[in-house]
């Protein structure tokens, strides 16, 4: 069982560069997420999808796309990296967007260092 | 005022021990309390969940939620080794997407 499976795990960018982060879920889940983790500030909601062709902003967006263009696939880009964003990025799903006891399925993480 | 209060340790208790992880909270709106659990340089997981007020056991997990103080609670009875992880909590209203979390604490259970 593959549940949501992130990649790359660990990533160096140069200041100014872009990239993105994959995630990919197996589950036919409809809500997936991305959350940023660091140390002091917990787990902050980044951007969320409520199903394909639907996103929308979390806590902290600024310097992040996302898009939904099928059911499986939930890409975050980090359009112009910056030191501020170095810190440890996960990707969620869930059955339902209502997550109110529904069990959210984090992926293993993405480790991601901006010099 | 944070919406969601978690005291980040480190907490070290030896094998065995009971152990209370606790949260306070101040939107009285929220319905919804979860407790992850988190291993090093992985993924959150869900542990348990309650709704409301009372108290749900789950083998040696206790969660626990007091809304007149908003104030919620994991105990683990004969901790072990292996419930070394970082413990958040999280909550919401009930109807949303968006999860608050705390920050975590870092649990070590020594043998």
């Known amino acids: 069982n593959a549940g949501v499976t992130q990649t790359p795990k660990f990533q160096v960018l140069k200041t100014g560069q872009s990239m993105t982060l994959q995630c990919a879920q197996d589950?036919?889940?409809?809500?997936m997420s991305w959350y940023r983790q660091d140390p002091g500030m917990g787990l902050r909601l980044i951007h969320y999808?409520?199903?394909?062709?639907?996103?929308d902003q979390g806590e902290v967006p600024n310097g992040y796309n996302v898009s939904r263009s099928t059911t499986e696939d939930f890409p975050l880009r980090l359009l112009s990296a910056a030191p501020s964003q170095t810190s440890v990025y996960f990707c969620a799903s869930s059955y339902s967007r209502d997550t109110s006891g529904n069990t959210i399925y984090f992926g293993e993480g993405s480790w991601l260092t901006v010099v | 005022q944070k919406e969601v209060e978690q005291d980040p340790g480190p907490l070290s208790v030896p094998e065995g021990a009971i152990v209370s992880l606790n949260c306070t909270y101040s939107n009285s709106a929220f319905q919804y309390f979860m407790w992850y659990r988190q291993y090093s340089r992985k993924g959150p997981e869900l542990l348990m969940y309650t709704y409301s007020s009372g108290n749900k056991e789950d083998g040696r997990f206790t969660a626990q939620v007091d809304k007149s103080s908003k104030y919620i609670s994991l105990f683990i009875r004969d901790s072990q080794p292996s419930d070394s992880a970082t413990y958040l909590c999280?909550?919401?209203?009930?109807?949303?997407?968006?999860?608050?979390f705390g920050k975590g604490t870092k649990l070590t259970v020594n043998p």
């Open positions: 589950m036919n889940h409809e809500y």
């Open positions: 999280a909550m919401n209203q009930g109807g949303s997407e968006k999860l608050v």
């Open positions: 999808s409520v199903g394909a062709g639907i996103t």
